[in-house]
């Protein structure tokens, strides 16, 4: 059952520790999303890569977030030094690049507290 | 610019009257699609309905229909004879065919009451 796994499901950690968040997209998606979900803001794009290549950051502050993927099968992202503000559920999503159905495939999400 | 507006935050309705979610985009591309997702208090994302820029009619899938009304921009979700189970958040969401890009909408709280 092909799925995109996001680590971890939950995180607790403290005002200015590192947090990082993994996420393995589905085998044979190219492109793949980065989101951060908070009552207030909705669903926010944070970056998305195709092919590896980031196309799109601009939705993340650059300051202290930032987001890789060494390799086809993981995504990264890291809030270095983590706040309170960026407690929310961080949703990876991926799919193929030019198929057009509007169907994304997202993971579980991972729901960081900042405190 | 780039945006997905849903202006209503919060919606009450009684079970199997139909509902109708606004959404309205803003882009000058051509060659887009919108489509709808729905968030139970589970948190999980679960894929409704998808409208293609160059669709002439009207998606539709089971009880969901997407009222795409092109030169006023608007995407709306309608749900028929709505449910106990449809009491969700809604995020209407659009991409782009150039570059793959999607973003999503604030999302719609829809409250189905017995």
């Known amino acids: 059952d092909a799925r995109v796994t996001q680590t971890p499901r939950h995180k607790v950690t403290e005002m200015g520790q590192e947090v990082t968040m993994r996420c393995q997209p589905i085998l044979g998606h190219n492109t793949v999303f980065w989101y951060r979900q908070t009552m207030m803001q909705g669903l926010e794009l944070l970056a998305y890569?195709?092919?590896?290549?980031?196309?799109?950051d601009s939705g993340m502050p650059k300051d202290r977030f930032s987001a890789e993927m060494p390799d086809a099968t993981l995504a990264t992202l890291k809030i270095q030094p983590s706040e309170p503000r960026d407690s929310a559920v961080y949703f990876c999503?991926?799919?193929?690049?030019?198929?057009?159905?509007?169907?994304?495939?997202f993971g579980e999400g991972s729901r960081l507290t900042v405190l | 610019a780039q945006k997905i507006t849903q202006t209503q935050p919060g919606m009450f309705v009684q079970e199997k009257e139909a509902v109708t979610l606004d959404c309205t985009y803003d882009t000058s591309d051509p060659s887009y699609g919108l489509f709808w997702y729905k968030q139970p208090s589970s948190g999980e994302m679960i894929f409704l309905i998808y409208q293609g820029s160059y669709d002439q009619q009207n998606a539709t899938e089971g009880r969901y229909s997407l009222n795409f009304q092109k030169a006023r921009k608007s995407a709306n979700l309608v749900i028929s004879a709505s449910q106990l189970g449809d009491s969700a958040m809604y995020f209407c969401?659009?991409?782009?065919?150039?570059?793959?890009?999607?973003?999503f909408g604030k999302g719609t709280r829809l409250h189905i009451l017995p």
């Open positions: 890569f195709r092919n590896r290549a980031p196309l799109d």
């Open positions: 969401a659009m991409s782009w065919h150039r570059d793959d890009k999607i973003i």
């Open positions: 999503a991926s799919v193929l690049s030019g198929l057009n159905t509007g169907e994304l495939f």
